[in-house]
């Protein structure tokens, strides 16, 4: 497998990670065992957001990019794939505080929901 593809299928993952630490919890209602990997993850995207960190896929992918011939990027995964569809400009450190906030609060709900189906 060539690197570009293995580097595609990181962004791939990357997006499913992202996806599941937002809407993760909301498997629970269906198979309660997938708390033990949806609360890592959704720790993990709170806290990478809130840290200003990067995520090591984003190293991983560019690596593989620029080892196929391909230019690497600069910042995170957010900042390249999603940040330019949601917002025109570049991310600022307010913009992913806001994204870190909206994950935990998304979660929070959520888990609220799981604790109050499970009291009933």
């Not at 690197?3 to 499913?16: E, G, R, Y």
């Not at 709170?46 to 690596?63: A, K, Q, R």
């Not at 330019?84 to 929070?108: F, M, S």
Request: hydrophobic share 55%.
């Amino acid at each position: 497998m060539s690197n570009l593809v293995l580097a595609d299928l990181v962004v791939l993952f990357h997006l499913a990670f992202v996806i599941f630490a937002v809407l993760g919890a909301l498997l629970i209602f269906k198979w309660h065992w997938i708390i033990f990997l949806h609360l890592p993850a959704a720790f993990w995207a709170v806290y990478i957001e809130f840290s200003g960190g990067i995520c090591p896929l984003t190293p991983l992918e560019n690596s593989l990019r620029r080892n196929s011939g391909e230019p690497g990027y600069s910042g995170g995964f957010v900042e390249y794939y999603i940040i330019p569809v949601l917002y025109p400009d570049e991310l600022t450190r307010e913009i992913q505080l806001l994204i870190g906030t909206a994950l935990l609060v998304i979660n929070i709900f959520i888990y609220w929901r799981i604790i109050m189906k499970a009291r009933r």
